[in-house]
Structure formats: C-alpha cells, structure tokens
C-alpha cells in the first residue's frame, strides 16, 4: 500500500541516477521489439494472505467481515472472457464460516464453490465479495486457509489458468480493535485554489475499544494540508534534503473509539490544491495507540488520487558550439519545466521524462552525463550515435537540467546538426503538456550562418 511505497519511492527517486538505468525501456528509446515476437499472457488470482474475524461472543454469534477475491491478467493485448475462480474453504473448518455471494455455486457440502468472474481486466478489481465469521466455539488464535485455483477464456493458447498454488488466505480468529477509514473516490479536472475536504471518520469494526489512535499523512508537492491539529507534527519538503516532494504529518488522538462506533477527527480534514497542482495523491493510515494492534489492516490506509485542471510544458533547448577537425566541443541541451506545474511520479519512481539527442554528424561522444546512455530505436541511422537521458521522477516548475556533452569533432561538416526531444511520461497522463513544438530543439555545430 502506498504511505510505504510513497517514502520508498521518494527515498531512492530523489537523483536521476537512481532511475538512469530505466533509459532502455524509456518513452521514444530503446530497443522496439519485432512485430511477429510471440505474445504471452498470464491469469492471476488476487487475494489477501492474512483475514481476521473476531471472536464469536458468548452466547452469540461473530460478525460477518468482507473478504474481496478477483482476477487479472498481464497482457492488454489480448481480451480475456469467462473468469471462473475456485474458493475452497474446507480448510475453515470449526475456525469460520462463509456465507458465498450470488456469482458462486457451491457444492453440497458448502466447502468449494465456483465464482464467476465475468471478463477479466488487466487491473485487478474486486469480483467476489464473500463474507466470513468466526464460527461458533472457535478460540482466539485458531487458523485455517482457504485455498483457490482459476480458469479463463482467451489468451495466446485460448485458456489461461492461474499458477498452482500462488494464492492462499489465511483466516484467524481474533480480539481487538479493528480502525478502518472509508475509501475516498478519486476526482479530476480540479482547480488550482480549490479546498477539498477529505473523508477521515474513522470506524471501528472490531470487538474491543480502541484507546486512543495515531494518523499519518502523506500529501505531495501539489497539495497544502489546510487543516492543522495541534496533535499533529508538520513537516514541510525540504528542497536540500531526503524528502523532497511531500508534506508529511504524524498525528496522536487520544479519543476513545468504542466497538462498533464511528468518530470524526476535531475538525474537517482539508486539502487546498496550490498553483502547481497536477496528478496529485494523499496518503493517510490509522492505527490504534499504543501497543495495540489492529485486527485487520487491510482498511488502515487509503489513498486519494486528485488530478488537477492544470498544464507544464516541458521544453528542450539546444546550443551552438564551433570547433576544428581533432577538436573537443561541449554541444548539449537544457531541459526546463516552465510550469505553472509540477509533475512527480510518486507511486512508480519513473523518470518524468526521457530526452533522445542524436548527435550532430561528424561527431563522437568522449563525455556524456551521468543519467544519460546509448540508446536504439527502430529506424535509427546506425551511423549517428543516439544517447537517451532520463530526468528524476519529478520536475517542479521552473527546474532546469543542463546535459553537457562533450563531443569530438572526428571531420568537420559545415552546418551539422544534432536533435534533442523530450518525451514526458506520467504515471497518470503525458497529455500535460501545452506547447509540443519546444519539445524538440537542435544543436549547432559549425552553422554557415
């Protein structure tokens, strides 16, 4: 889940060069691959490892607790009908029960059933929605499993099948508090200026009050956190140091959240989303205080994904270098973020962008920089020398990059002329971009005029 992955990203993105081995793979670099290159296609089953239930009451019975299960595959290429997911819950025995939706048919027993999926997406989405509960008699720290295999139509061999034995969720049965906060609904085409309040009632579903409980929050470049606790610590991205690229809170409550209920934080939790607002993302979680631990986790974090109505336009500028015969020259480019946005891939790490140069003619390469590496494209002219760069996994507004190759001049071509494009990529959309003619510039070596 993404409070993790965000700071992990942040952590090892902060330079270019942790991501300049990616170039090869890049947008508009690398190797194409053939058109006749056999395809493959693969079914896989998502499930949780770890389910808890609470323990049934004396006298009664547990509660239900939802238990999502879907299937994806690898390739868009292919569409994939007929998903048919096998549940096995023999292994539940005398530790819980199920209670199977409509898309299941089980057997007589009540032990395996078989789901249908419908179509299969290449993003896992939920399509089976079981319930479980302790069952009756069944002791805290009692576990089973349930097991799961599936089919589908389509697929470069017309039937894909999950591997054996790659998904397997543990159930056991618990006591304690259990905080979740709802999913929010991601939005796009924002304002920038605009406040947005975010859904932080905090809801415990377990079978033991919560004293007290912590929130963190991860908000990224685009976002302020208007809303400030005073049970809370701030601390703002430093542009010198690790963290560059978030504000992140660490918050300490101590309201009581009794089984079953459901609290709100002092006040509304709001976002404003600045000027350089553009694909934007805020974490929070919500653990129980202290040493107690959260029955189940799967509901603690959420992320918000808040895409703006906003543009940066990325540009590349070339430069002019003169030299003899036998010369070395310095001929490289700029790249620069004219805003007003910044872009930050902040869930994948990748670089927001990758910048081909073809060299001028006549010339070979003695000093690259750091985050820049030979490169092919289908269609290249073997004899001109082709360099990808890679920028860091954001570009604030206003930031700019120089590439300063060094070049030897092996003959001398009167007018020979090196070209540089900028290829954005997005995690969410490349379509940010205003101005696509300042994308591509040239670099001038020798000009006649």
Known sequence: M???????????????????????A???????????????????????????????????????????????????DFTVTDGRLTVDVS?????????????????????????DTGDVPTRYSAQVQLRVRAAVGAAVGAQGAIEYSA???????????????????FVTV??????????????????????????????????????????????????????????????????????????VATCSFNTEVPAGATVNLPAPLRLT??????????????????DTTDLDTS?????????????ADFAVHGSVARGAAGDTVTAGFRFVNHGPAWVGNV?????????????????????????????WTQGDDPTIPHYACTLPLWAKPNLKVGFPFKLHIDRLVPNATGHVTVHPHSDTSSNFDPKPKNNTAEVHLNPTR
């Not at 292994?91 to 789901?115: E, I, K, Q, R, Y």
């Not at 609904?185 to 924002?190: A, E, L, Q």
């Not at 509901?299 to 543009?311: E, V």
């Not at 994948?348 to 030979?374: F, N």
Request: aromatic share 6%; net charge negative.
């Open 2 to 24: 993404s409070p993790v992955s965000v700071g992990r990203v942040l952590r090892r993105g902060a330079c270019a060069a942790a991501v300049g081995a990616l170039v090869i």
């Open 26 to 76: 890049g947008p508009g670099s690398g190797v194409a691959l053939a058109d006749d290159t056999p395809q493959s296609d693969q079914l896989w089953i998502q499930a949780p490892y770890d389910q808890s239930v609470t323990v049934a009451p004396d006298g009664g019975t547990a509660q239900y607790r939802s238990l999502a299960l879907g299937l994806y595959h690898d390739n868009a």
């Open 91 to 115: 292994g539940l025995a005398g530790v819980a029960d199920v209670s199977w939706p409509d898309n299941c048919t089980p057997n007589d027993a009540g032990t395996v059933a078989v789901c």
């Open 151 to 169: 089919t589908a139509t389509g697929g470069p061999d017309g039937t894909l099948t999950a591997p054996e034995g790659s998904a397997e969720t």
């Open 174 to 247: 618990g006591s304690g508090p259990d905080l979740g906060i709802s999913a929010p609904t991601d939005v796009s085409g924002i304002a920038p200026g605009t406040t947005l309040t975010v859904p932080s009632a905090v809801t415990n579903t377990g079978n033991e009050t919560a004293h007290g409980f912590t929130v963190k929050m991860w908000a990224t470049y685009g976002l302020r956190i208007t809303t400030r606790y005073p049970q809370c610590t701030y601390t703002e991205p430093d542009p010198n140091g690790e963290n560059t690229s978030m504000t």
């Open 273 to 290: 989303l600045t000027r350089h607002a553009l694909y934007e993302r805020f974490d929070y979680e919500v653990e129980p205080a202290g």
């Open 299 to 311: 509901d603690n974090s959420r992320s918000w994904h808040i895409n703006a109505d906003n543009t």
């Open 347 to 375: 869930a994948s790490g990748d670089p927001v962008a990758v910048i081909d140069y073809y060299l001028p003619e006549g010339t070979t390469a003695t000093s690259i920089p750091p985050t820049c590496h030979t490169a």
